[in-house]
């Protein structure tokens, strides 16, 4: 269990990209950590990708986003992810439903990875992914939420660890699609982007976005219409 006077460290550039799925979970919970972010100079050891030695750290992490639990290192986002929600009880009560967030933070990767391959890819291709297979994922992000009447959040209708990270890449989503984020997003998926406002006027949430904005924390990747 994690303790009040724990220390939290989060290694990563200064930017949201793939730290900010654990940042936003340290800002609802309301607790502090140190942000670490000259991954590739002081702090390059940490890394075998950049010259760190596998046998000198407790456990081999290849690439940021890494963070550290007092002694303890965590390296690859889901797993951070499942780390932090675990430690700072942002886990759902039940067991299905916690597999069902590392599914969801899966999946958020996933997307990434695929909407990072269009990066060169012109405006026609990229409105037609968001037809076809983009429209595919936001619809399985978008169902889940849909299931109850009255449903504000994906588990229990409690804010947890899967309503933090989808809000995320909500947020990702809108800065790389700009002013089609409504037509493609907010229009045809009402239930997704309501759980990104509802999360996004939590106390907590809002100090951690005010926060990210005089830290001048950006998303850093091509914006496809602008
Ligand atoms: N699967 C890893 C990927 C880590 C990753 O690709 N990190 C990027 C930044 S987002 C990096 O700095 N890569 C440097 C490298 O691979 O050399 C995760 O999810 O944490």
């Known amino acids: 269990m994690a303790k009040h006077e724990d220390e939290w460290e989060v290694f990563y550039y200064h930017e949201t990209g793939r730290a900010e799925y654990a940042r936003i979970l340290f800002g609802e919970a309301g607790v502090s950590y140190k942000e670490s972010t000259d991954v590739r100079g002081k702090e390059a050891n940490h890394f075998v990708a950049f010259g760190g030695k596998p046998s000198e750290l407790n456990f081999p992490a290849f690439a940021p986003p890494t963070i550290r639990h007092n002694k303890i290192y965590i390296a690859q986002t889901n797993t951070i992810v499942r780390y932090v929600a675990t430690k700072l009880h942002l886990l759902p009560s039940n067991e299905i439903d916690q597999f069902y967030c590392d599914v969801l933070m899966a999946n958020i990767q996933d997307v990434n990875a695929e909407m990072y391959g269009k990066s060169k890819a012109t405006d026609e291709e990229r409105a037609e992914w968001l037809k076809t297979r983009g429209a595919n994922w936001l619809k399985l992000f ?85």
Do not use: M
């Not at 804010?159 to 933090?164: E, H, P, Q, Y």
């Not at 989503?173 to 239930?191: H, N, Q, R, S, T």
């Not at 759980?195 to 001048?216: G, T």
């Open 142 to 226: 978008n169902e889940p939420l849909t299931r109850e009447k009255n449903q504000e959040y994906y588990f229990g209708n409690k804010c947890s660890c899967a309503d933090l990270i989808v809000t995320v890449f909500l947020q990702r989503l809108d800065f790389i699609l700009g002013k089609k984020y409504g037509e493609f997003v907010a229009k045809p998926f009402p239930a997704l982007h309501q759980l990104r406002e509802r999360v996004e006027k939590r106390p907590n949430i809002q100090k951690f976005l005010e926060e990210r904005h005089k830290a001048k924390r950006n998303f850093v990747t091509t914006q496809w219409f602008n």
